[in-house]
């Protein structure tokens, strides 16, 4: 089997976490004969550099909580069983540990990666789009050249400041099969809000919705109808508005609202309350108020700038297990915790308080 990886340590490690798995004889034969195809089609071959770099680090909580939306697994356990394995196969690496003794982020290798895209796109599982890289192709890659997304259920697309044109041509198409759609942009974008924001009606079977540093602009109430949505996150980009009609993602299971200049209006909030899957909430800055979903396990508080002490009405939480109080999340003088409080609390964060 050694022959076939030409001699790249990644390919061999790959190799041994997956031989150390198997038990008799048949497992390694079937191993061997499903081996060389997979080396092959991650064009392993002895020209190629071994000493390509790591890189594309996760954070396991979100990872986790993806899987879950994408409805992979059903619990947050399972997601990282699964995760653990991958780690014991060598197919992903740890890189940082927990306070809990659990992973906290990992890697995967670039060789990995483009194996792994190679064969999502062989699926029409997921399609991956490099605006930047469009637009620098010599080839002249246009969106007839990405129909293939039309089949497929999960679209990551990477930004950059002049997307418009090729990006709206392409999410112009109606796909009813789309299940998860993730922007990302180095720098708030100026073009993506009038490219993205019309088009999200399109995809009324989206589970997954998450915008990384994009300027999305005002949502409309039709964010309302997309209600088989699990994850939701605005993280990093600028919204004008809030959503009204956030309560009528009855499915939400994460929902990450620390968007620039994001305000939750106070009428907004017994709607988020009313979401009662909702388990994992991050809100935005200069947070005001002082009440909670009691559905919530975690709860992340970020310059929201809090006067009043929320121990009282966190330690209530029946279901809070990890509470991580950052960066000017409470600018009063005390806060006090009572001894029966926070009944299922495993993890406490309390960091940079300078008041």
């Known amino acids: 089997m050694l022959d076939y990886c030409g001699g790249l340590l990644l390919a061999i490690t790959m190799l041994g976490g997956l031989?150390?798995?198997?038990?008799?004889?048949?497992?390694?034969?079937?191993?061997?004969?499903?081996?060389?195809?997979?080396?092959?089609?991650?064009?392993?071959?002895?020209?190629?550099?071994?000493?390509?770099?790591?890189?594309?680090?996760?954070?396991?909580?979100?990872?986790?909580?993806?899987?879950?939306?994408?409805?992979?697994?059903?619990?947050?356990?399972?997601?990282?069983?699964?995760?653990?394995?991958?780690v014991q196969r060598c197919m992903v690496q740890v890189v940082e540990w927990g306070s809990t003794g659990r992973i906290k982020t990992c890697r995967i290798h670039d060789?990995?990666?483009d194996l792994c895209f190679s064969k999502a796109q062989e699926e029409n599982f997921l399609q991956a789009i490099d605006v930047k890289a469009i637009n620098s192709s010599s080839v002249g890659m246009t969106s007839k050249n990405l129909l293939s997304t039309n089949k497929v259920r999960k679209v990551a697309i990477y930004l950059n400041s002049n997307s418009g044109g090729e990006l709206l041509s392409l999410i112009k198409i109606k796909n009813?099969?789309?299940?998860?759609?993730?922007?990302?942009?180095?720098?708030?974008d100026t073009f993506?809000?009038?490219?993205?924001?019309?088009?999200?009606?399109?995809?009324?079977?989206?589970?997954?919705?998450?915008?990384?540093?994009?300027?999305?602009?005002?949502?409309?109430k039709?964010?309302?109808?997309?209600?088989?949505?699990?994850?939701?996150?605005?993280?990093?980009?600028?919204?004008?508005?809030?959503?009204?009609?956030?309560?009528?993602?009855?499915c939400l299971q994460t929902l990450d609202l620390r968007a620039s200049h994001y305000h939750i209006d106070k009428t907004q909030l017994p709607?988020?309350?009313?979401?009662?899957?909702?388990?994992?909430l991050y809100l935005p800055l200069y947070y005001e108020n002082s009440e909670f979903s009691p559905n919530l396990t975690k709860l992340t508080m970020v310059e929201t700038q809090l006067k009043d002490?929320?121990?009282?009405?966190?330690?209530?939480?029946?279901?809070?297990?990890?509470?991580l109080l950052g960066y000017d999340s409470f600018v009063g003088t005390e806060m006090v915790c009572s001894r029966k409080g926070f009944p299922y609390l495993e993890s406490l964060s309390i960091c940079d308080l300078y008041s």
């Open 111 to 113: 060789l990995m990666r």
């Open 309 to 323: 002490d929320p121990m009282p009405t966190l330690e209530r939480l029946p279901k809070l297990k990890i509470l």
């Open 19 to 86: 031989l150390s798995s198997k038990e008799t004889v048949d497992e390694w034969e079937t191993l061997q004969k499903n081996i060389k195809t997979l080396l092959r089609q991650g064009k392993i071959n002895k020209q190629e550099d071994s000493n390509l770099g790591v890189s594309w680090v996760f954070w396991t909580n979100e990872l986790c909580r993806l899987w879950m939306a994408e409805g992979f697994v059903s619990t947050k356990d399972a997601a990282y069983e699964c995760l653990c394995e991958l």
């Open 192 to 220: 993506s809000e009038q490219v993205m924001k019309p088009q999200l009606h399109r995809f009324h079977l989206l589970r997954v919705l998450k915008f990384e540093n994009v300027k999305v602009g005002k949502f409309s």
């Open 176 to 188: 009813a099969r789309l299940r998860s759609l993730i922007c990302f942009s180095p720098e708030l």
């Open 271 to 280: 709607e988020i309350w009313k979401l009662e899957l909702l388990r994992h």
């Open 222 to 250: 039709e964010i309302g109808d997309l209600i088989h949505l699990r994850f939701f996150s605005l993280k990093d980009s600028l919204v004008e508005n809030s959503i009204s009609s956030i309560g009528n993602l009855k």
